[in-house]
């Protein structure tokens, strides 16, 4: 975790930008996640509209590569949060977010979801060679990652990825694939686990022993989601030291088209 403030408060203050990209940098050759968090919407205690350079703040850390950016203190006690909850504890989110101008909290959520996804939006980072992105010695997970990366970028698919250890995932989370990697796991913990990792939805779901079956069961569910549409093709990886269907290659890439 790159905790902004006290970096601040223990360096001079114009490393801090330089010091935090190297951080990032530093923690994805390690294949670790890396969250930057303290007060980057801070001025969104008190009111409702955040400070120009707090978005640049933001902004920052997505363009830097982090896997998460966090709020603090203008979620734990912003204006109003007690008292909101305390008399419309029946009214919805979405009502909550449209209606009421006083709940800050809830405006700096809205703020950092918006002003992250424009930025992911226009952010497309060269895909390192597995000798270039890990510390360790390249092994075969590694160069499955990169080469579906590489297959997702030039063809514009997702990535669909079954895994019972959230390995592989997280490996194709580090190589910054441009597109969405649905990771499907039947173990919640790594379905939680994953939430944390750049560019993952992971999805509970529960293999079935045939393979088929469960490619088929996965596909319709994205499609039912809005999150695919017929026709589009989709990049299918599967791999691992603990294959989910054993009569099945343990490294596997597809490319299919999506059909209703």
């Known amino acids: ?11 001079p203050i114009e490393e801090v930008p330089l010091l935090q990209e190297d951080i990032i940098i530093r923690y994805q050759s390690m294949q670790t996640p890396v969250i930057v968090a303290t ?8 009111h409702p509209t955040p400070r120009r350079a707090e978005v640049s703040d933001i902004a920052i850390a997505v363009r830097q590569g982090a896997d998460a950016i966090m709020l ?29 101008c006083n709940c800050f909290p809830l405006k700096a959520v809205n703020v950092m979801h918006t002003v992250a996804l424009r930025n992911e939006s226009s952010v497309q980072s060269d895909v390192a060679h597995p000798s270039q992105l890990s510390s360790h010695e390249s ?5 499955f990652a990169f ?4 297959t997702s ?10 895994t019972r250890t959230g390995s592989m995932a997280i490996l194709l989370s580090h190589y910054r694939p441009y ?9 919640a913990r790594i379905k939680q686990r994953l939430v944390l990792y750049h560019g993952v939805m992971p999805i509970y779901m529960q293999f079935s022993n045939d393979a088929e ?13 809005g999150h695919l549409h017929e026709g589009q093709h989709v990049t299918l990886v599967q791999s691992g030291a603990q294959p989910i269907w054993r009569e099945e290659s343990t490294h596997h890439i597809q490319v299919r088209k999506v059909h209703g």
Request: glycine residues 6%; aromatic residues 6%.
């Open 1 to 11: 975790m790159v905790t902004c403030g006290d970096l601040g408060a223990e360096l």
């Open 39 to 46: 007060n980057m919407l801070e001025s969104m205690i008190n």
């Open 72 to 100: 603090s203190g203008e979620t734990a006690h912003g204006n109003d949060t007690l008292y909101h909850f305390q008399i419309k504890e029946e009214a919805s989110l979405e009502k909550v977010m449209k209606d009421d």
């Open 139 to 143: 092994h075969m997970g590694e160069m």
């Open 147 to 150: 080469h579906a990366t590489t």
């Open 153 to 162: 970028n030039t063809l514009n698919t997702p990535i669909i990825v079954f």
């Open 179 to 187: 597109t969405t990697i649905f990771a499907f796991t039947n173990e």
């Open 213 to 225: 079956e469960t490619f088929s069961r996965a596909l319709k569910l994205l499609l039912s989601k």
